[in-house]
């Protein structure tokens, strides 16, 4: 979801100002689906309903490709959606976004790239989550940075970004695999994004939210899953009861 302001930026050249040439028309498999303007998923199963807030320590940036802003499928936004602290920044190559380098300036902020650990000239920045903890001990929020889009944009991100050369590296240790049905990965290890941020919570601490976040990525992949199919999800999944459970205590 983006404001007015990235909405515009996505629009214009960010090195020149000049308007970029025209998008063609969304012409892919679901563009003539009636989608809620609420979740932006097709109305037969709206993901309206089981949304709920959740709060947490730390932090989640998200760097967005600018091609995955178009995209229904991004699980980025769920995260927005459950963190409203949530920061989101268009990612590109020639200007970085003036308000996340004012943020990483920021001296209440721990910020730390979510990245893996499988190269070496990088490895004197690597670091585990006891670094956050230790953050944390010491009075800073922990900001988990994470890279938004395709592997091969993601990879292109992390080395194209001199900003974000000083920072610790995080990597993501889970034996968790994938259920994101909505895209191919190329790996079952290759979580999707808000897969990423729920284990990144509930490792550092922030459980309930992990577990919102979790629930609310399940509820979405099969709400979505479904509507392809022409399918209406009758019976509530055991992730959507959760959800309505905590709209009910809260």
Not at 72 to 78: D, E, I, V, Y
Not at 199 to 213: H, I, K, P, R, W
Request: charged share 25%.
């Amino acid at each position: 979801m983006q404001d007015d302001a990235s909405s515009e930026l996505i629009e214009r050249d960010p090195a020149t100002g000049h308007p970029r040439p025209p998008r063609r028309e969304f012409k892919a498999r679901g563009s003539l689906v009636r989608r809620c303007p609420g979740c932006n998923l097709p109305a037969l199963n709206c993901l309206c309903p089981y949304r709920v807030g959740a709060e947490s320590t730390a932090r989640v940036w998200l760097l967005t490709h600018p091609l995955e802003h178009h995209k229904p499928t991004n699980t980025g936004r769920l995260i927005r959606d459950v963190l409203p602290d949530t920061e989101v920044f268009t990612w590109y190559r020639t200007v970085p976004d003036e308000r996340l380098l004012a943020l990483l300036a920021d001296s209440r902020y721990a910020p730390f790239v979510i990245f893996p650990d499988d190269q070496p000239d990088y490895a004197a920045s690597v670091v585990g989550m006891d670094t956050v903890a230790a953050q944390k001990a010491h009075g800073r929020i922990p900001v988990f940075i994470i890279l938004d889009g395709t592997w091969r944009q993601c990879r292109r991100i992390f080395r194209k970004s001199p900003y974000l050369d000083s920072l610790p590296v995080l990597p993501l240790a889970t034996e968790r695999l994938t259920r994101y049905r909505l895209r191919k990965p190329a790996s079952a290890a290759h979580l999707c994004t808000a897969e990423v941020a729920a284990e990144l919570l509930t490792q550092s601490g922030d459980v309930v939210a992990g577990e919102v976040l979790d629930d609310y990525f399940d509820v979405f992949n099969d709400s979505y899953a479904a509507s392809r199919g022409f399918e209406k999800l009758e019976t509530p999944t055991a992730a959507m009861r959760r959800l309505r459970s905590r709209q009910v205590d809260a």
